[in-house]
């Protein structure tokens, strides 16, 4: 079993910055991959951005490539995403998610993020 927390959600005015923050446990770090999702209040759970046990491959949806950074460091078990440039519609809850094999199977309890125009 994997559990994971998340932090450092927040209100910003458009065009700041955040850094979210998630450590996992209860599984060897450096076997998961790990990636992010987003829920708005009014849609269904996206794909943000993921990151592979290594840290040497990435992908990011297409709505954040050039302003998200995901990032990981497996000696403190923790992964981030550095979000830029936000906009409003980056407001959502935040989550983190790790998977083993083909299925996203852990997710964490999610953290608000809310940016104002």
């Known amino acids: 079993q994997v559990q994971l927390v998340e932090s450092g959600g927040g209100a910003v005015r458009t065009g700041g910055s955040l850094r979210l923050s998630c450590a996992a446990s209860?599984?060897?770090?450096?076997?998961?991959?790990l990636g992010w999702f987003r829920q708005g209040s009014s849609s269904e759970r996206e794909f943000v951005a993921a990151?592979?046990?290594?840290?040497?491959?990435?992908d990011y949806d297409n709505s954040v490539k050039g302003r998200f950074t995901i990032s990981r460091d497996n000696a403190k078990n923790t992964v981030y995403l550095q979000m830029n440039s936000l906009k409003p519609e980056d407001t959502a809850v935040y989550y983190c998610?790790?998977?083993?094999?083909?299925?996203?199977?852990?997710w964490g309890q999610g953290t608000q993020v809310s940016v104002s125009s």
């Open positions: 209860g599984h060897p770090f450096n076997r998961l991959t």
């Open positions: 998610a790790a998977k083993l094999g083909v299925t996203w199977n852990y």
């Open positions: 990151i592979s046990w290594s840290g040497g491959s990435t």
